[in-house]
C-alpha cells in the first residue's frame, strides 16, 4: 500500500524521472506531469496529498497553478521545486498557497525530509477552527480533538486517526486500502475485523448517521447541513 499519493510537476524529463522513481522506491504512489494545464487536470481528477510544483513550465506557471486550485478549494500542501531565487519569487511562492519551496538543485533525502514533515501535519489551508459534524458535535482541527457538548472525548490511537481522515475527507468515498494505508503503520498487518470495530465506536460517539456504509466501496463522512 502506498504512503501516499504525490503530483509532480517538472518539464525537466530526467529531474522528473528521477524524483517520481525515487519517491516510488521509498513507497508514495506518484503522478508524473510535464505542463501547468496537465497538472491543474490531474489535480481537479484525482486527490493527492501532496503536490511538488516547478514554477518555470509551459502553460499555466506554477504560482498561477497553484493560486488557482486553493481558490477551488484544493488543500493539499504544496512545495515549490525551482531554480528561482529572489526575494520576490519566494514571496509570490507564499502568496500564491504554498507551503514550502526547495531550491535546485537539491538532495532528494531533503526533498523527502521536507513533504514528510508536512504529511505528518494533517490539515492544511482551512480558514476554520472547529468542523461541525452534528448537533453539539464539532471537531477542532487544531489539536485533532472530538468535542462533544463542549467537552473533548478521549479516543483510541485508531479511532482518532479514522475521524481525522475522514474529515478530511469529507463527502468522499474511501476505500478499504485508502483506509488501511492512512491507519496501521507499516510493521502492522491490517485488519477489516478491526476495522469495523472502530467504525463502530465512531458511530457510538458521532451517530451512525455520519458514516455510511457504500457497499463493496468503503464508507463515506458526512457532516451536518
Known amino acids: 500500500m502506498p504512503k501516499g499519493k504525490i503530483l509532480i510537476l ?13 519517491l516510488e522506491d521509498e ?3 506518484v503522478e508524473s506531469t ?9 489535480i481537479y481528477e ?7 510544483l516547478d514554477v518555470n513550465i509551459p502553460g499555466l506557471n506554477g504560482f498561477e497553478l497553484l493560486g488557482n486550485a486553493r481558490e ?37 533525502k531533503e526533498l523527502l ?35 462533544i457538548d463542549d467537552k473533548p472525548i478521549s479516543m483510541g490511537n485508531k479511532e482518532s486517526r479514522l ?15 485508502n483506509i488501511y494505508t492512512h491507519l496501521w503503520d507499516y510493521d502492522e498487518e491490517p485488519s477489516d475485523t478491526s476495522l469495523r470495530t472502530y467504525i463502530k465506536n465512531l458511530r457510538k460517539m458521532i451517530g ?7 457497499k463493496k466501496q468503503g464508507y463515506k463522512f458526512t457532516t451536518q447541513k
Open 10 to 22: 517538472e518539464d525537466d524529463a530526467n529531474l522528473n524521472e528521477t524524483v517520481t522513481e525515487f
Open 113 to 147: 525530509i521536507r513533504m514528510e514533515t508536512l504529511l505528518k501535519r494533517g490539515f492544511y489551508h482551512e480558514q476554520k477552527e472547529y468542523i461541525d459534524i452534528g448537533e453539539s458535535i464539532k471537531y477542532d482541527i487544531g489539536s485533532n480533538t472530538l468535542i
Open 46 to 52: 484525482s486527490q493527492f496529498d501532496l503536490l511538488l
Open 34 to 42: 510535464y505542463d501547468g494545464y496537465e497538472a491543474e487536470e490531474r
Open 72 to 108: 477551488s478549494g484544493v488543500t493539499a500542501p504544496a512545495i515549490f521545486i525551482t531554480s528561482l531565487s529572489s526575494v520576490d519569487d519566494l514571496e509570490k511562492g507564499y502568496e500564491s498557497g504554498c507551503d514550502d519551496y526547495i531550491r535546485k538543485p537539491f538532495v532528494l
Open 27 to 29: 513507497g508514495y504512489e
Open 208 to 214: 451512525k448517521e455520519r458514516i455510511v456504509s457504500i
Open 163 to 177: 475521524l481525522k481522515l475522514f474529515v478530511q475527507s469529507s463527502g468522499e468515498v474511501l476505500s478499504h486500502e
